[in-house]
């Protein structure tokens, strides 16, 4: 079975950091771009980062920038997202998702885009 499962979301005070994993279970993760994506009560699902295949370029979107890194460890079949400077906004479920494309030099933000979806870890930014 081809699955995705995130995991180290958790409730974190403003200002603080979590890093968030995305394991592959059932398919290895080589040909694949990653994306993260988040959701918000009331919101839609957005872009957050994604990582293309070969070479690993990363791309964030503009409310992360700075703050949010993500990276792959292809041994591992792992996609990691280091989040720094927590925000309240940045409270939301996030999922990662993939779609094949191997030696691609950019990712999309398309959600229509990504085959793949993990279950979502909740992450809360609160005093």
């Known amino acids: 079975q081809l699955q995705l499962v995130e995991s180290g979301g958790g409730l974190v005070q403003p200002g603080g950091s979590l890093r968030l994993s995305c394991a592959a279970s059932?398919?290895?993760?080589?040909?694949?771009?990653i994306g993260w994506f988040r959701q918000a009560p009331g919101k839609e699902r957005e872009g957050v980062s994604c990582i293309t295949t070969s070479a690993g370029n990363a791309f964030h979107a503009d409310s992360v920038k700075g703050r949010f890194t993500i990276s792959r460890d292809n041994a591992k079949n792992t996609v990691y997202l280091q989040m720094n400077s927590l925000k309240p906004e940045d409270t939301a479920v996030y999922y990662c998702?993939?779609?094949?494309?191997?030696?691609?030099?950019?990712?999309?933000?398309?959600?229509?885009?990504?085959?793949?979806w993990g279950q979502g870890t909740q992450v809360t930014v609160s005093s």
């Open positions: 059932g398919f290895n993760l080589d040909g694949y771009v």
């Open positions: 998702a993939a779609y094949w494309q191997p030696s691609s030099g950019i990712c999309l933000f398309n959600k229509g885009r990504y085959g793949f």
